[in-house]
């Protein structure tokens, strides 16, 4: 058991500028028409994490077993709390400067569309969409990027890889992608009188990983997080000690933002949050081909094939971390990635708390990574600390056979029945049932997403809908006439009734342990 004490708050205004012209000519055959789109938006957004501090008390403090024993059986968190002893290993911040953003982008789109009927039988629907999503700005310019190949000095050692910041001349942290041109086609063919075909393709782009978002992507400098070191166990690691009880949790001082002050040096020692300078945007493919045949009575039947290709998507849940050890990285070193080795970044790094402070040697996996000089700590693939919160990685492909059977108004009678059978395959399952099973919904290997590439966990590969509805024959100029109020209280009713089958979505396949160590995936899922 543990208590906690501790108050989180979110403000998220939101104001939205949209402004579109659109000019519409008519040329013989022809129906052209030309446009563009303009939106600015506008984010002002602040959570903090624990802007009145985040305490955390386990029974250890107050337990006569001691740590190995857990406090099983004696000791209690709130008499902890009663004494100001907090828990050894606290699971967050315990004091929060956060920052509110008033952050900003623009969107800008240019486009053409030509709708041309060659003959009475044919329409050609062709069109250009180009999409331009400049990057986003700060009121304050309080924004960063990571820069990989930046290279500085840092108490006489040597690094690459840091921090960069906006200013007057570069409020925006981002390089716009000037090359989105989104062609759309389509057409449609009467084959016979009551007989049509019908197909299309598409591209579109967006939303972009450089939109406005909240600040804790990519502005560590203006953020600062405090750790209360409340107990530790004594010497023999059997009891907990108190170290900074709670009247007195912070003697050092709240840690304040460095505020860009340290340069490409900033957090160096700890982790760094960013979205890449350079990243492309969301692309869709969409594609159809498909019929529709009227039938006698109002009955018409259509049948297409529906697909869809995502390409450069973001991941839901997961952030790739430069710093992870690929599987192949890993299996090369095995036993060696404990081996004790020199650490060279000792002098740069001066936060106390920061992971690897004062070290003079670390596992060998520390070195294996790109940015040594970054760490949270141990990560799920033995590295961490620079996360990439604006992957692109993610990719998609949908097919489907989609049917429709539909009778017209007859006798007061409509019917509609949808058929979807298809499939949906991903190598992002942080879907809504990502963690089903236990499964963390963590890619084994970020370097190599071929490992997850397989059924959505989002993928309902059959769907049946039935529709049915009556207008009932009472009312004004109907089989039971009324009128006054009677027609107005009892007349102009319909009753309908909708049926929906379909297959469940796939359950993720859990890891091999309750601590899934390097995302580790069972090969054999046995009969169940």
């Known amino acids: 058991d543990r208590d906690v004490t501790g108050v989180q708050t ?93 952050n900003s982008n623009p969107y800008s789109a240019l486009f053409i569309q030509d709708d041309w009927h060659p003959t009475a039988a044919l329409t050609i629907n062709a069109g250009l969409r180009w ?42 942290p981002y390089v716009t992608n000037w090359h989105n041109f989104a062609p759309r086609l389509g057409l449609t063919y009467r084959i016979l009188k009551n007989a049509v075909i019908r197909g299309g393709f598409g591209i579109s782009y967006g939303p972009s990983v ?20 409340g107990s530790m166990p004594d010497s023999s690691d059997t009891y907990l000690v108190p170290v900074n009880t709670l009247s007195n949790p912070f003697p050092n001082g709240i840690i304040q933002p460095t505020k860009g002050s340290l340069g490409t040096a900033t957090n160096v020692g700890i982790g760094v949050n960013f ?8 692309t869709t493919y969409n594609f159809n081909f498909g019929a529709q045949y009227q039938f006698p009575h109002e009955t018409v039947l259509s049948a297409a094939w529906v697909g869809s290709r995502g390409l450069r998507l973001t991941f839901g849940n997961n952030v790739p971390d430069l710093n992870a050890l690929s599987l192949q990285t890993l299996a090369q070193n095995q036993d060696s990635l404990l081996n004790m080795v020199p650490f060279p970044y000792t002098n740069a790094i001066t936060d106390p708390n920061a992971p690897w402070y004062g070290a003079t040697q670390v596992p060998q996996w520390v070195m294996l990574e790109k940015y040594p000089q970054f760490s ?43 058929f979807t059978w298809g499939k949906l395959i991903t190598n992002d399952n942080s879907g809504s049932l990502a963690f089903s099973g236990n499964n963390y919904a963590a890619p084994q290997d970020f370097q190599n997403l071929n490992l997850e590439r397989g ?11 039935w529709e049915l509805s009556y207008d009932l024959p009472i009312g004004a100029k109907r089989a039971v006439n009324l009128s006054g109020w009677t027609d107005w209280a009892l007349g102009g009713w319909t009753v309908s009734s909708v049926a929906t089958l379909g297959d469940g979505q796939p359950i993720a396949t859990p890891n091999g342990t309750l601590n899934p160590w390097f995302n580790q995936r069972p090969n054999i899922s046995g009969n169940c």
């Open 455 to 465: 059924l959505s966990t989002q993928d309902i590969a059959l769907f049946f809908t």
């Open 210 to 229: 450089h939109m406005a978002s909240i600040n804790q992507f990519n502005d560590d400098s203006y953020l600062a997080e405090t750790t209360w070191l």
């Open 275 to 282: 979205v890449p300078r350079h990243a492309p945007d969301m």
């Open 10 to 102: 979110c403000a998220l205004p939101i104001s939205n500028y949209d402004f579109s012209a659109t000019l519409n000519k008519v040329l013989g055959r022809h129906s052209l028409s030309f446009g563009w789109d303009f939106q600015k938006q506008f984010l002002n957004v602040g959570q903090t994490l624990t802007p009145d501090g985040y305490y955390e008390f386990n029974p250890d403090a107050t337990s006569n077993n001691g740590v190995a024993g857990g406090g099983a059986g004696n000791g209690d968190a709130f008499a902890s709390f009663l004494m100001g002893v907090g828990s050894f290993n606290q699971n967050q911040p315990n004091w929060t400067t956060d920052i509110f953003g008033a």
């Open 376 to 418: 949270f700590g141990i990560g799920n693939q033995g590295g961490s600390g620079v996360l990439d919160w604006g992957d692109t990685l993610g990719d998609s492909i949908y097919h489907s056979l989609q049917m429709k059977l539909e009778k017209r108004l007859t006798r007061g009678f409509t019917s509609l029945g949808s």
């Open 131 to 172: 999409d331009v999503f400049p990057g986003a700005t700060e009121r304050f310019n309080r924004m960063e990027y990571f820069d990989p190949t930046v290279a500085y000095s840092l108490n006489g050692v040597s690094l690459t890889g840091g921090e960069v910041f906006s200013n007057g001349s570069n409020r925006s």
